[in-house]
Each structure stands twice: as structure tokens, then as C-alpha cells.
């Protein structure tokens, strides 16, 4: 059984930074793409940011320049710099990850985290 668990949200002021960090544990062969996702109140979720296992990166147009994503293959990790953040950016924040399961394994699993708030106000 594979959990993703999301940390480092919180409460910030308009133009201040926060860095969220999400780990994998439990049984696996290996980890590809990594992503960001966030839902705020009343909206769709929407896809933040994507990185590769060879650390391409994609960003949603509204994050792009403020947002770097990045991972730590070693540890199994995912990380999410936030600068210059505005009360747009409020949402719950969830970590995605697909997972191979096992060396023999035809396809990967998405898994998902439970989710981190970020609120951004004064």
C-alpha cells in the first residue's frame, strides 16, 4: 500500500512564500511523474504543476514565475516553492504521484495525498 502525505501548509500574507512538501511511503518499484494540484472553495481542481522522474517541468498558467516544483528521487519526495503568493492562491493543495507498483507491473497508479490548506490573507 502506497500514501502520499501532504505538509508545510498554513496562514500567509499576500506576497509572502511557502514551501510544501509531500512524501512517499510504503511498497513500491518506483515513482514517475509527480504533480500539484489545488481546489479552492467553489471551484474545480486544477492541475498546478507536473515534473517528470527527469525533472521536466510544467506549470499552470496562473502559478508560472512564482511556483518552482522539484523532487528528490532518493527520498521519495515532491516539494512545492510558493513566492509571491495572492488570495487567489487559497486552496487545498493535494500531491499526486504515479507509481509503479512493481518491477512487473503493465501500468502505473495514481495515488493521491489527503491534501495541505494554504490560505493566503491578511
Known amino acids: 500500500q502506497v500514501q502520499l502525505v501532504e505538509s508545510g501548509g498554513g496562514l500567509v500574507q499576500p506576497g509572502g512564500s511557502l514551501r510544501l512538501s509531500c512524501a512517499a511511503s510504503g511498497r513500491f518499484f518506483s515513482i514517475n511523474n509527480m504533480s500539484w494540484y489545488r481546489q479552492a472553495p467553489g471551484k474545480e481542481r486544477e492541475l498546478v504543476a507536473v515534473?517528470?522522474?527527469?525533472?521536466?517541468?510544467n506549470y499552470a498558467d496562473s502559478v508560472k514565475g512564482r511556483f518552482t516544483i522539484s523532487r528528490d528521487n532518493a527520498k521519495n519526495m515532491v516539494y512545492l516553492q510558493m513566492n509571491s503568493l495572492t488570495p487567489e492562491d487559497t486552496a487545498v493543495y493535494y500531491c499526486?504521484?504515479?507509481?509503479?507498483?512493481?518491477?512487473?507491473?503493465?501500468?502505473?497508479?495514481?495515488?493521491w495525498g489527503k491534501g495541505t490548506l494554504v490560505t493566503v490573507s491578511s
Open positions: 515534473i517528470t522522474r527527469a525533472t521536466f517541468r
Open positions: 499526486n504521484a504515479a507509481i509503479r507498483q512493481t518491477v512487473y507491473s503493465v501500468s502505473d497508479s495514481s495515488t
